[in-house]
């Protein structure tokens, strides 16, 4: 139990610690691995919680003389461990289906496309909002709106069109996918929202940094990402990935960095961010594998085998 404690405290500070890092100034792709194995380890505690009060509670004398009487096991004679064990992974594939289903339906582009194409291949749609966005799973394109045709001038349109390459070319799709099957598991715990919310922030930063590498002005990319939160929030394209990012309340802090250069760090200061995560993610293997051993003990001895000794779990099924 000692040895599962240790692991459970190493999980808290994998959860903890990227709240309290800088790391809007290190390179990018090091900061959304770091928010992306924290909203992780909160996937792991959310279901390891979960999972003890399924596998542990019913064999506290108290919850089993609850439970003795219920109809199922009087109908069924199935126990009510593995009754419920049954119920939440059934909700468990209901909840991630219906969460990818609803995914798959919002990559596909909500709005009418217009018979030309637009600069850089993109498809153009009708609409008066500032749009540009990533959209699709397996053949991306690009979505540029009449209303960012309007808006921006030549310069910004190309920065913003490297922009939503950048998330093409370095397949934030599956990033953002990942986060949000994190959200589905782990959103009851606290501080879920901001952590998802977060890794879409490194995400735009990324995006950002692959458009200055290809030679485009930040100072201009900064005007058109402006440009787009002042025309007003555009409409949920699923997990498409927008110029002004999932969550408008970041443009400021974006546009801020944009002007500054969209600082990446020291070279020193990332190999300790990329070290941080490979320790995040061995933390993050090990608790899982040991709380897995642990429950699955558990449940053998305990519910399968019937051979519990521990008094406390000692009672009349």
């Not at 991630?96 to 798959?104: S, V």
């Not at 490194?202 to 440009?227: F, M, S, T």
């Not at 760090?265 to 061995?282: D, F, I, Y």
């Not at 521990?310 to 099924?317: C, E, G």
Request: hydrophobic share 50%.
């Amino acid at each position: 139990m000692s040895s599962l404690g240790g692991w459970a405290a190493c999980l808290g500070a994998a959860i903890v610690i990227p709240h309290l890092l800088p790391l809007d100034r290190v390179r990018p792709v090091g900061a959304a691995a770091v928010w992306g194995l924290a909203l992780a380890a909160r996937a792991v505690v959310a279901v390891g919680v979960v999972l003890t009060a399924v596998i542990c509670l019913p064999d506290t004398p108290r919850f089993a003389r609850w439970v003795r009487e219920l109809p199922h096991q009087l109908i069924t004679g199935v126990g009510d461990t593995e009754l419920a064990l049954a119920g939440l992974v059934l909700l468990a594939f209901a909840a991630i289906g219906q969460r990818l289903r609803a995914c798959l339906r919002g990559a596909r582009t909500p709005l009418h496309p217009l018979p030309l194409t637009g600069p850089g291949g993109s498809i153009v749609v009708g609409d008066r909002e500032v749009l540009l966005a990533a959209v699709g799973w397996r053949h991306r394109a690009i979505v540029v709106s009449a209303g960012a045709l309007a808006a921006l001038d030549d310069e910004e349109l190309a920065a913003g069109l490297a922009h939503e390459q950048g998330h093409i070319s370095r397949a934030h799709h599956w990033w953002q996918a990942g986060a949000e099957l994190g959200r589905l598991l782990a959103g009851w715990l606290p501080g879920t929202a901001r952590a998802a919310d977060e890794l879409a922030f490194q995400l735009e930063r990324a995006a950002d940094v692959w458009a200055i590498e290809h030679e485009h002005d930040p100072v201009v990319l900064a005007g058109a990402v402006c440009k787009a939160a002042l025309a007003g929030p555009v409409r949920p394209l699923g997990p498409a990935q927008h110029l002004i990012g999932r969550s408008p309340a970041y443009a400021g802090r974006r546009v801020r960095l944009l002007l500054e250069g969209c600082p990446t760090g020291t070279r020193r200061g990332n190999v300790a961010v990329r070290a941080g995560a490979l320790l995040m993610s061995a933390l993050i293997l090990g608790a899982t594998f040991t709380g897995s051993a642990h429950l699955g003990d558990t449940l053998i001895r305990c519910h399968i085998a019937g051979s519990c000794t521990h008094p406390d779990r000692i009672a009349p099924r």
